[in-house]
């Protein structure tokens, strides 16, 4: 019987953290900003209108949210009231592992800028669900939300390297029905831009536990099982909460899997020279 491990970054998660063990997988922010689909492979042109959409772990109302972008023209923000955020469910491959996992997406929509810009980074600054999610979100208001970790598709780490967070936006009728475009008007500086070597870095492990082969399930399985467990880092470095987010169908392996995860050791996402709380996937799989 053998175990092997493998890690996953999660991409663009930054939230607030919340106490103890949690039983369902932890949010950083009531809703995180995406783009709609993969970016192209070379950089887009300057534009006016970014199609992007939002995310969430659960179906939900957002009340309203305030967004930010850093852009070569400086910073941007802009607000959306009423936003239907469905249940979503997708696939995706990490490391060779196939996940699908329940989550929500909002149909597509739009921002316009007074005059066309390339976006840097963008992200969700504060968000409100309706109190009717059934998350701790409902409780906490207009809930202002971190700067998150971002993830350079070119590989590189410098600051307005190339555009990360949008797509120049689609024709209108890809873009959510009677949701008219947001439009972002100039913002100060929301903080300090430092000068580090490693301006941009998702959070990794730098030594991965490997679990141990649980005996009570050796006659349960055959085949390869494997648990994916997201391990919430903060910004020094340590595990705030692991969740589930794959299981592997055996309870055994799973929570071998959660053990492994929480001892392991970790670096922190940086985002503008600064460390931030972010997520990391770590996955396990047990042979027979």
Same mark, same amino acid.
């Given at each position: 019987?053998?175990?092997?491990?493998?890690?996953?970054?999660i991409?663009? *998660? +930054?939230?607030?953290?919340?106490c103890?063990?949690a039983?369902?997988r @932890?949010?950083?922010?009531?809703?995180?900003?995406?783009?709609?689909?993969p970016?192209?492979?070379?950089?887009?042109?300057?534009?006016?209108?970014?199609?992007?959409?939002?995310?969430?772990?659960?179906?939900r +109302?957002?009340?309203?949210?305030?967004f930010v972008?850093?852009?070569?023209?400086?910073?941007y923000?802009?607000q959306?009231g009423?936003?239907?955020?469905? *249940?979503?469910?997708?696939?995706?491959?990490?490391?060779? @592992?196939t996940?699908?996992?329940?989550?929500?997406?909002?149909?597509?929509?739009?921002?316009?800028?007074p005059?066309?810009?390339?976006?840097?980074?963008?992200w969700?600054?504060?968000a409100? %669900?309706?109190?009717?999610?059934?998350?701790?979100?409902?409780?906490?208001?207009n809930?202002p939300?971190?700067?998150?970790?971002?993830?350079?598709?070119?590989?590189?780490? *410098?600051?307005?390297?190339r555009?990360l967070?949008?797509?120049?936006a689609?024709?209108p009728?890809?873009?959510?029905?009677?949701?008219?475009p947001?439009?972002?008007?100039?913002?100060?500086?929301?903080?300090?831009t430092?000068?580090?070597? +490693?301006?941009?870095? @998702?959070?990794?492990?730098t030594?991965?536990? %490997?679990?141990?082969?649980?005996?009570?399930?050796r %006659?349960? @399985? +055959?085949?390869?099982?494997?648990?994916a467990?997201?391990? %919430?880092?903060?910004?020094?470095?340590?595990?705030?909460?692991e969740?589930?987010?794959?299981s592997?169908?055996?309870?055994p392996?799973?929570?071998?899997?959660?053990?492994?995860?929480?001892?392991? $050791?970790?670096?922190?996402?940086?985002?503008?020279?600064?460390?931030?709380k972010? $997520?990391?996937?770590?996955?396990a799989?047990?042979?027979q």
């Amino acid at each position: 019987m053998t175990t092997l491990v493998r890690a996953a970054t999660i991409l663009a *998660a +930054t939230l607030v953290m919340l106490c103890g063990r949690a039983e369902a997988r @932890v949010e950083l922010c009531p809703a995180t900003l995406e783009a709609p689909r993969p970016a192209p492979a070379h950089t887009p042109a300057p534009a006016t209108s970014f199609a992007y959409v939002l995310r969430a772990r659960t179906p939900r +109302t957002i009340q309203g949210a305030t967004f930010v972008a850093d852009t070569d023209k400086g910073w941007y923000i802009w607000q959306v009231g009423i936003i239907s955020v469905p *249940a979503a469910s997708e696939a995706g491959t990490y490391h060779g @592992v196939t996940l699908k996992i329940p989550n929500a997406r909002s149909g597509l929509l739009s921002v316009d800028f007074p005059s066309p810009v390339r976006v840097y980074h963008a992200w969700v600054m504060a968000a409100q %669900t309706d109190g009717n999610s059934g998350t701790a979100w409902d409780a906490a208001g207009n809930d202002p939300c971190e700067i998150p970790a971002f993830v350079d598709r070119d590989g590189s780490s *410098a600051i307005g390297k190339r555009p990360l967070a949008f797509i120049p936006a689609p024709a209108p009728d890809d873009v959510a029905a009677n949701i008219p475009p947001a439009i972002a008007a100039p913002a100060p500086q929301p903080f300090a831009t430092l000068d580090c070597a +490693t301006p941009f870095r @998702v959070a990794r492990v730098t030594e991965a536990v %490997t679990p141990e082969y649980p005996s009570s399930a050796r %006659t349960l @399985v +055959t085949d390869t099982r494997t648990s994916a467990i997201e391990v %919430t880092i903060d910004e020094r470095g340590h595990p705030m909460d692991e969740s589930p987010y794959m299981s592997s169908g055996v309870a055994p392996f799973d929570l071998a899997a959660t053990r492994a995860a929480r001892t392991s $050791q970790y670096a922190p996402a940086i985002s503008y020279c600064q460390n931030v709380k972010g $997520q990391y996937l770590f996955l396990a799989s047990f042979m027979q």
